[in-house]
C-alpha cells in the first residue's frame, strides 16, 4: 500500500474501533427513537423543531443507554439547554409506563455491562433493519 503523507489509509470493518461503534449505535438508535415516537418533544410538547434522542437516564450508564423505555424525542432546549429536563422526563414517564418501570431503570443503570464488538454490531444491524 502506497502511503500519501499526512493521509492514514482507510478503516476497514475489522479495525473500527469500540468507540466507533458505540457511537454508531447512538447515531442509529436515534433515529429508531425519533422515528418510533410522535415528533413533538417529550418534555415540553413543542412540535414542528429539530428533535434529539434525549434520555432520562443519563447516556453515561451503558445498561440504560440504549433501553427504549430510557428515551424519548426531545427539543434541544430541553435536551441540551434544560439538562434533559429530568423531573419533567420523570414525571411523563410515570404517567406512560408506570411508576414500576421507571423504578426498575433506575435500579438497573447500576448493572455492570461489558460490551463486545458482535454486540454492537448485532444491535446497529437490528435498530437499521426496524428503520
Avoid at 46 to 70: M, P
Avoid at 95 to 120: C, F, M, P, S, T
Wanted: net charge positive.
Amino acid at each position: 500500500m502506497v502511503r500519501v503523507a499526512g493521509k492514514k489509509p482507510a478503516q476497514r470493518n475489522s479495525t473500527r474501533s469500540m468507540a466507533w461503534y458505540k457511537k454508531e449505535l447512538d447515531r442509529v438508535f436515534s433515529l429508531y427513537i425519533r422515528a418510533k415516537f410522535p415528533p413533538r418533544c417529550y418534555t415540553c410538547g413543542k412540535v414542528g423543531v429539530s428533535l434529539q434522542c434525549g434520555h432520562f437516564i443519563s447516556r453515561q450508564y451503558l445498561a440504560t443507554r440504549w433501553d427504549e423505555n430510557n428515551c424519548r424525542p426531545q427539543c434541544i432546549g430541553d435536551n441540551i439547554f434544560g439538562n434533559g429536563k429530568t423531573f419533567d422526563f420523570e414525571e411523563a414517564l410515570k404517567k406512560e409506563i408506570g411508576n414500576d418501570v421507571v423504578e426498575q431503570l433506575k435500579k438497573k443503570r447500576h448493572e455492570i455491562w461489558k460490551l463486545d464488538r458482535a454486540w454492537y454490531v448485532a444491535e446497529i444491524e437490528r435498530y437499521k433493519n426496524m428503520l
